[in-house]
């Protein structure tokens, strides 16, 4: 399998369900990131994270709650969300440099609704 | 404020109907401006890198330029399979970019 794996594609949960999106990299990229994408609004970065270290928070709410447990795998743990949380959840990895950036390479995202 | 800015919003073309999409920035010391297509249901996909003012890209009938201000996308003689969201994109700080809420794009049989 290559590129950006994102699983599942679909999630429908309660205000009150505990579920997991999962992202999983095949290009050897040291960094990952989740974005949420909403109509008619620019993408929005959520997490960092370099060689597995968070390195950006973007003030996101505390009942997103990333893992990531090596550079390969990326975790997103949900709990109590709110119905405006419902969006596409979008994975992302890249080589991390220090000069000019490398693009993005993106999973094709979790459509999440909550009720 | 808007770091990036494209426009049209939206735009229908006629298949061979050339035309071009706008992405205009505000971000100083620029270190690269992306652009990518995103397919309804699906992730951006990336297209494109332009690092300096002058530079131009090019990928089948789709051209890429690069002015201190703005980025252009041009498309020639566009075929129904162009039609989606074409997004571009600017690093500001660290692994950080700025987005652009995307251009839709339906190009008409």
């Known amino acids: 399998e290559t590129g950006v794996t994102q699983t599942p594609r679909h999630l429908v949960m309660g205000m009150t369900n505990k579920k997991s999106l999962k992202c999983e990299q095949h290009l050897g990229h040291n960094a990952m990131y989740w974005y949420k994408q909403s109509a008619k609004k620019p993408l929005e970065l959520m997490f960092v994270?370099?060689?597995?270290?968070?390195?950006e928070n973007n003030s996101v709410p505390s009942r997103f709650s990333p893992e990531c447990p090596n550079s390969s795998h990326l975790f997103l743990h949900l709990h109590t969300l709110q119905p405006e949380d419902s969006a596409l959840y979008l994975c992302?990895?890249?080589?991390?440099?220090?000069?000019?950036?490398?693009?993005?390479?993106f999973g094709n995202g979790t459509r999440l609704t909550v009720t | 404020e808007d770091q990036v800015t494209q426009s049209p919003e939206a735009l229908r073309l006629q298949e061979g109907e050339s035309s071009s999409l706008n992405c205009s920035y505000t971000?100083?010391?620029?270190?690269?401006l992306f652009w990518y297509r995103q397919d309804p249901g699906k992730g951006p996909e990336f297209l494109f890198t332009?690092?300096?003012a002058g530079e131009e890209k090019e990928k089948e009938r789709l051209k890429a330029t690069l002015t201190k201000k703005e980025s252009f996308l041009h498309i020639t003689a566009p075929k129904p399979e162009d039609s989606a969201t074409y997004l571009c994109?600017?690093?500001?700080?660290?692994?950080?970019?700025?987005f652009g809420t995307g251009t839709s794009l339906t190009v008409i049989p």
């Open positions: 992302a990895s890249s080589q991390a440099t220090g000069g000019n950036n490398s693009p993005l390479h």
């Open positions: 971000v100083s010391g620029l270190r690269g």
């Open positions: 994270y370099n060689f597995k270290e968070q390195t």
């Open positions: 994109a600017v690093p500001w700080s660290g692994n950080q970019f700025y």
């Open positions: 332009l690092y300096s």
